[in-house]
């Protein structure tokens, strides 16, 4: 008798101890916010979305120091309704196991990462490359459900996109921005279908 398949029928996910809930708010930007630059300080991040799963490989590159972060991370909704609360898993990786992943089918997202302070939060601000160039979004995280739920659209932002899967990294890693531009028309979430 040989041993059965893996299906998702069969297969068991138990809660891990090494993952953490993530709550966070995604907004659609025009452009970076006031009073900052592309010459800013930022790091270079280049995600790639394994083909088929929940698995994403990021590197993330400082060019200050030439020095990079590798790690594999499983990040899904346990609501998919509510993009705003995930479950998140990180495994940081060296050079060796790192190089070992690119041999699995995957779509890849570019992009820089600005970090800006407002009222009191740090934002992570992503100004996208390659085919979704022109993209900016913003995301902040909040430590409990009241604040995530409290927390109003800042002054800077166009729309509130958090629940909007097609604003996911797993989404976005398909298109381009000519096709996001089109989705931000189709959907009216700004006021001004020139704008983004």
């Known amino acids: 008798m040989g041993v059965a398949k893996l299906t998702d029928q069969n297969t068991i996910v138990p809660d891990s101890k090494y993952s953490r809930v993530e709550r966070e708010r995604r907004y659609l930007l025009e ?5 900052m630059s592309r010459s800013d300080a930022h790091l270079q991040i280049t995600d790639n ?29 346990p609501e998919p309704a509510d993009l705003s609360l995930t479950i998140i898993t990180n495994t940081y990786l060296n050079a060796v196991e790192a190089e070992t992943f690119s041999v699995f089918n995957s779509n890849e997202i570019r992009k820089n990462r600005y970090y800006f302070e407002y009222e009191g939060r740090k934002f992570s601000v992503d100004m996208f490359l390659g085919d979704l160039f022109g993209l900016v979004l913003a995301e902040v995280t909040f ?10 659209k800042p002054s800077f932002a166009l729309a509130d996109v958090t629940n909007n899967v097609r604003f996911s990294g797993g989404y976005l890693s398909e298109v381009t921005f000519a096709e996001v531009r089109e989705e931000i028309v189709r959907q009216e979430l700004i006021s001004k279908p020139h704008v983004a």
């Open 143 to 152: 430590d409990t459900d009241e604040e995530l739920l409290e927390f109003p």
């Open 31 to 35: 452009d970076l916010p006031n009073g």
């Open 49 to 77: 979305y394994i083909t088929g799963t929940r698995l994403r490989l990021r590197k993330v590159r400082d060019p200050q120091t030439n020095k990079w972060t590798v790690k594999l991370t499983q990040k899904f909704a």
